[in-house]
């Protein structure tokens, strides 16, 4: 099955930095790569996805770039804000009917203001 | 709101116990996932349902079960409660796309407290 790993652990910025989270996968397949932000106590919410048939995508501040060669795609914050800060999880999806996205084990990022 | 719906939103049990997590999948989601998140841990995937049909199992223990009922709701059932089965718990659905479901919208989830 499909293996997500996700670093670092633990980032700490201070406001207006820029911060990259990276996940690799193992599955080649795999066609979509969503980019969930959890907030303390709440749910995973999707803040941006990309599929394999494109290398880099943006939303304002959030950008999400794709390197199927190397399987591997990151997470790209510029202009971090306090209420940045959150546990961030990277994911991996092969094609197919079952959709079973894998995580990988999640990214605090802290920003100090 | 995801559109997902999860009750209760906090149970707490004795351990030996069992116990329901029931979960609303949102209007026209035909799959349902369930996910385990302990402290400081991730999304750990539990077991999915598609149409009222097992569509595969992760890393869910035999004490576990679960089901999708014709109406598409499903529930986890957790039986033979232990400490290290506190968690919260999330379901998740998906909508149909051309290559199978895409994106997965989380409810609020069911925090667990076996005590």
């Known amino acids: 099955g499909e293996n997500v790993e996700q670093h670092p652990s633990t980032l700490s910025v201070q406001e207006g930095d820029s911060a990259v989270i990276k996940c690799t996968y193992s599955?080649?397949?795999?066609?979509?790569f969503p980019w969930y932000k959890q907030e303390l106590g709440k749910r995973p919410q999707l803040i941006i996805d990309?599929?394999?048939?494109?290398g880099e995508k943006k939303d304002q501040r959030i950008a999400v770039t794709l390197n199927k060669t190397a399987k591997h795609f990151s997470l790209h914050i510029t202009e971090t804000q306090p209420e940045d800060s959150a546990v961030y999880f990277c994911?991996?999806?092969?094609?197919?009917?079952?959709?079973?996205?894998?995580f990988g084990r999640g990214t605090s990022l802290i920003v100090h203001p | 709101d995801s559109g997902v719906t999860q009750t209760p939103k906090h149970l707490i049990t004795a351990t030996g116990q069992r116990v329901t997590l029931r979960c609303s999948p949102r209007?026209?989601?035909?799959?349902v996932y369930w996910y385990q998140q302990s402290l400081d841990q991730g999304l750990q995937f539990l077991i999915q349902?598609?149409?009222?049909?097992?569509?595969a199992k992760g890393n869910i223990l035999e004490r576990f079960s679960a089901q999708q009922f014709p109406d598409l709701h499903s529930e986890l059932n957790l039986s033979s409660l232990e400490l290290g089965d506190s968690a919260l718990y999330f379901c998740?659905?998906?909508?149909?796309?051309?290559?199978?479901?895409?994106?997965?919208?989380f409810g609020q989830g069911t925090r667990l407290t076996v005590v």
């Open positions: 998740a659905s998906s909508p149909p796309g051309p290559e199978g479901p895409t994106e997965a919208f």
């Open positions: 994911a991996a999806r092969p094609p197919g009917g079952s959709y079973i996205p894998t």
């Open positions: 209007s026209g989601d035909l799959s």
């Open positions: 349902y598609y149409n009222g049909e097992e569509r």
């Open positions: 990309i599929r394999s048939n494109v």
């Open positions: 599955d080649s397949a795999s066609n979509y």
